[in-house]
T-cell receptor, first 113, second 116 residues
């Protein structure tokens, strides 16, 4: 059953702690993306990766970091430098960055108190 | 910055009626995509329309694109209660030489409620 998985679905952390969100895909897609969604808002791009061992900053990369050591995996770390980390985080992938539809995971809701 | 702006922000209709959502954007695009999101879930791709296309159909969905007005519309015909969701437009502005980098810019969405 092909798709994108994100874990966990809900995540709670204390302020000042780093936290890593998991994103795995078995679609053999080259490109992967991380978005942030705030209540009543659209999605904003945090980071994207076109290929293994390469990634680019999106529109709101400050306070976040990523890695792309394997084609299937694109974990996102929310660092303590992120001023307002509580949000819904969505991972997506596409066949390539030549455009086209993106396939989304179910999302992780992060709450930092 | 938000490239797409959607109108209306919320739409409430009865089952069987048609629903029309509009999206406006600011810069040139390679393509425009529509996505659907059920509450608390990930997004599902509905349809992609390229900058050289004017209209596209998929089942009960009809999308139009007017690049001169920088606007698009999504029409859902004969709506069902199961169509209740948020609908987002997303623009792909592409990179140099017309090559898309796949970076999508999303609008704020239209919340559609279909009453049975």
């Amino acid at each position: 059953d092909g798709g994108i998985t994100q874990s966990p679905k809900y995540l709670f952390r204390k302020e000042g702690q780093n936290v890593t969100l998991s994103c795995e895909q078995n679609l053999n897609h080259d490109a992967m993306y991380w978005y942030r969604q705030d209540p009543g808002q659209g999605l904003r791009l945090i980071y994207y990766s076109q290929i293994v061992n390469d990634f680019q900053k999106g529109d709101i990369a400050e306070g976040y970091s990523v890695s792309r050591e394997k084609k299937e995996s694109f974990p996102l770390t929310v660092t303590s430098a992120q001023k307002n980390p509580t949000a819904f985080y969505l991972c997506a992938s596409s066949i390539s960055v030549a455009g086209g539809e993106q396939y989304f995971g179910p999302g992780t809701r992060l709450t930092v108190t | 910055s938000q490239q797409g702006e959607e109108d209306p922000q919320a739409l409430s209709i009865q089952e069987g009626e048609n629903a029309t959502m509009n999206c406006s954007y600011k810069t040139s695009i390679n393509n425009l995509q529509w996505y659907r999101q059920n509450s608390g879930r990930g997004l599902v791709h509905l349809i992609l329309i390229r900058s050289n296309e004017r209209e596209k159909h998929s089942g009960r969905l009809r999308v139009t694109l007017d690049t001169s007005k920088k606007s698009s519309s999504l029409l859902i015909t004969a709506s069902r209660a199961a169509d209740t969701a948020s609908y987002f437009c997303a623009t792909d502005a592409g990179g140099a030489g017309g090559t898309s980098y796949g970076k999508l810019t999303f609008g704020q969405g239209t919340i559609l409620t279909v009453h049975p």
